[in-house]
Each structure stands twice: as C-alpha cells, then as structure tokens.
C-alpha cells in the first residue's frame, strides 16, 4: 500500500467546503475558525501526515488566516501569474505552470467537485516537470525551497 508520505508529498489544507465560493462563503462561513479546525484535525487524522500549510484564497480571509495561525500553519501565496483550473486544457496548464520562477509556488488542482467534474492537472504535470528543469529548475516540496524565497501571509 502506498501512503501519501511515502513520496515525500507534503500536505496542505485548502478551502474546506469551497464549492461554491462567493464573498460571504469566503469571508464567513466555508473558512470560519471552527470549520478549519475541524477539516485540519479530520485531514491529519485520514493522511497520517501532519498538516504544515494552509493555502488562502485571492480574496484576504483574515479570520482564516489568524486560525490557521494558531494552528501553527503556514500561509504561502502561491504565483497567481501561474495559475490554471484544474479543467483548463493540458495546453493551458503547461504554459501556465511552465512559467515558474524560482521560489514560485505551483498550485495544480488535481481533484474533482461538484463544480469541477474532471481534472487535467495530473495529465500535465510530466512536461511541465520536464519544461522547468529545461529552464535549470529543479521542482520541490514548499519545505525545500529555501526560507524567504517566497510570499507568505
């Protein structure tokens, strides 16, 4: 059986219930400090694997960000430049991730909702892999990069 941290993966928690994001979801109720808490807890508890990040939304949560902070998460700001959904094409996505810098922080959606019925993240992934080291950069987990090189809140 393969467990997610056999391959080094880190895991992050993301938007606990953000199928359907609008303003009041973002800022009340999808990231309230009680939901966070409770999806922090049930996604160490499924994965085994301590939980080290916390990935904010574009739109500023501050009672997600103090939560997650108490939690003892970290918040990167992934490169919005180097964003795709995860239904854009394969295309889109290569040339959206093939633009990381070093220190960016590559966001790929690789699960599906109910808003997202399907995936091209996974499809992706081997030339984009492939066109960053063309360019001489090596990808890593967020804990390999080194401290200060990315954003954070």
């Known amino acids: 059986m ?44 499924l994965t085994g694997v301590d939980v080290r990040y916390f990935r904010p939304h574009f739109l500023f949560q501050p009672l997600a960000v103090a939560t997650v902070r108490l939690l003892g998460l970290r918040t990167p700001i992934p490169d919005a430049r180097n964003y795709a959904n995860g239904d854009a094409s394969v295309e889109e996505q290569v040339r959206k991730f093939s633009g990381g810098k070093e220190g960016s922080i590559l966001v790929l959606h690789d699960g599906i909702s109910l808003k997202r019925p399907i995936t091209n993240a996974v499809a992706a992934l081997p030339q984009v892999i492939a066109n960053l080291r063309a360019k001489g950069l090596e990808p890593t987990n967020i804990s390999g990069l080194p401290k200060g090189s990315y954003r954070s809140l």
């Open 2 to 45: 393969y467990g997610v941290n056999d391959g080094g993966h880190e895991i992050g928690l993301d938007g606990p219930s953000d199928y359907g994001p609008n303003l009041r979801t973002r800022l009340v109720t999808a990231h309230g400090p009680r939901e966070i808490r409770r999806s922090y807890w049930e996604l160490e508890r």
